[in-house]
């Protein structure tokens, strides 16, 4: 809509002006119509969605449909109703005054009708802009019909000594005062039954009534609706006439590859601008991060049916930032860059963030992080390495037999302290010749700033496989050969 419109004040400027009533849902398809037209993207900022989710909540729009978006938690169902919001007109006119967005041209309640009826020309407008028509509501145990519907408001009747039988002493609860907008509620299956009954009119017939009252309103709302699955069966379950009232059901899904997955959480990370300046993180080390969320929804330890939410990832990557920039400032460098034993400091941002089963309870859920850290860097090895096999000939040669020797000969084990300097993380690893030799054979156009990740990445992965053994101690992790620190000891 043209910004002249608002300066209309009155009624009688507005009807001057050509001004039309449209419906929400009518306004939803219209300029969705036009930036599919003009190639525009109407969810900017949803990643992995373009060719499966977003055709369908297109689809749902252009049908006029209130819209059930169903899937686990952490996969945008509230952001994508949230941006919603960018398909309204910018401004629509309402009844100045009006508690329900009265539409001046087709006004319904009794406050705006014998307004109209009392100023008729001169009854004044307002405009309410676009960001002001999203209403959002979590469904919780404790909602009540009077709270979404309304409910007989006795104070407001003492107050203009008004009979209760008069429809005056009515206070509109959410659902009224968001007529013309778009209603979220989310996490429908926590609602009581006997509250989603309370939404079958309205969602069908558009008519509500509060004690009593019939009031015909016809109500112009875009409702979305959001669940978990794991509701249906957990905690409550949506009333099938409900369901039956909603017109598309649409399945939302976390990230299919680790690239959609690093755009989630770059985009969503709340970082400090001193952070980033600091600290620098090899791409490798962003998709391990990302990898840790992919193998926790394939864990046996993890309940699959609540999910691993894409906050997962999103938490891990700011402490796994703040555990690099903790450093630095400890040793008073002025940057330095993330180490794969930095991972260490995402523990806290994975064992809040999932629910285990009866297995990974028996480990513990900082000992089910670690694991999950371990079959992130098993995952990721065979795409920089050659693959190690399960099960080998006992005398077969492998390319990791002189680093195996290495360390088989290094009796007293390597070390990875936690408040190492940047020079002598690197002296570090560099004192392991062989790791060299094999970066140098297998990945000789690797990036050189992210070389000494990738050879951390290198005895994790002998450890994650079982080449090497892996000790955490009070100041930093120690490596040894898998037997010959055994042999050493006795």
């Known amino acids: 809509m043209s910004l002249k419109y608002t300066e209309i004040t009155t009624l009688k400027e507005l009807e001057n002006a050509g001004y039309k009533s449209k419906s929400i849902k009518d306004e939803l398809r219209d300029n969705l119509r036009e930036n599919i037209k003009a190639g525009k993207d109407s969810f900017e900022g949803v990643w992995g969605y373009e060719d499966s989710v977003i055709p369908e909540l297109e689809r749902a729009i252009l049908s006029r449909h209130n819209i059930n978006l169903l899937g686990l938690r952490g996969q945008a169902k509230t952001r994508l109703a949230r941006l919603m919001v960018n398909l309204l007109d910018e401004y629509i006119p309402v009844v100045a005054g009006s508690e329900i967005n009265d539409d001046p041209l087709a006004p319904m309640s009794r406050y705006a009708l014998e307004l109209i009826k009392e100023k008729g020309d001169d009854t ?36 203009l000594k008004l009979s209760y039988a008069d429809d005056r002493v009515i206070h509109f609860g959410m659902i009224p005062r968001a007529n013309r907008c778009i209603f979220v509620i ?14 079958f009119n309205i969602l069908e017939e558009g008519d509500i009534q509060i004690r009593g009252f019939k009031l015909r309103l016809p109500l112009d709302l875009q409702f979305v609706f959001t669940a978990n699955p794991e509701d249906y069966t957990n905690r409550g379950s949506i009333v099938t006439p409900l369901k039956d009232r909603i017109g598309s059901q649409i399945l939302t899904h ?16 709340n970082l400090d601008q001193r952070q980033t300046d600091v600290v620098y993180v090899p791409d490798l080390a962003k998709d391990l991060l990302e990898q840790i969320s992919f193998s926790a929804r394939n864990s046996e330890y993890v309940d699959a049916k609540s999910g691993v939410s894409a906050r997962t990832s999103i938490t891990a990557f ?21 180490r794969l034993s930095d991972f260490l400091g995402v523990i806290p941002a994975i064992t809040g963030k999932i629910e285990l089963v009866y297995e990974g309870e028996q480990e513990g859920a900082d000992g089910v992080a670690a694991i999950l850290i371990d079959d992130a860097v098993k995952m ?28 088989f000969q290094e009796s007293q084990g390597f070390e990875l302290l936690d408040d190492f300097t940047d020079e002598e993380y690197k002296r570090a690893l560099d004192g392991i010749p062989e790791l060299s030799i094999l970066i140098k054979e297998y990945q000789p156009d690797f990036p050189k700033e992210d070389i000494y990740f990738l050879k951390e990445l290198l005895i994790w992965g002998l450890v994650a496989f079982k080449k090497l053994s892996k000790q955490r101690f009070a100041e930093g992790y120690q490596f040894n050969d898998l037997y010959g620190s055994y042999i050493s000891g006795l």
């Not at 004044?124 to 802009?129: A, E, M, T």
């Not at 909602?143 to 007989?152: H, N, W």
């Not at 996490?187 to 006997?194: I, K, S, Y």
């Open 124 to 159: 004044p407008i307002s405009w309410l802009h676009r960001n002001e028509r999203f209403y959002e509501k979590l469904a919780t145990p404790d909602v009540t019909v009077a709270d979404l519907i309304g409910d007989v408001d006795p104070i407001k009747a003492a107050n």
């Open 186 to 199: 989310n996490e429908l299956p926590d609602l009581q039954a006997r509250i989603q009954v309370s939404l």
């Open 254 to 269: 976390y990230p299919d590859d680790i690239e959609t997955a690093r755009k989630i959480t770059e985009q969503e990370s």
């Open 380 to 407: 990721l090895f065979p795409k920089y390495f050659p693959a190690i096999k399960k099960l080998e000939r006992k005398d077969a040669e492998t390319p990791y037999d002189g680093l195996l020797s290495w360390f």
């Open 318 to 338: 700011e402490n796994l930032l703040s555990a690099a920039e903790r450093r630095a400032l400890l040793s008073g460098a002025e940057n330095t860059t993330v």
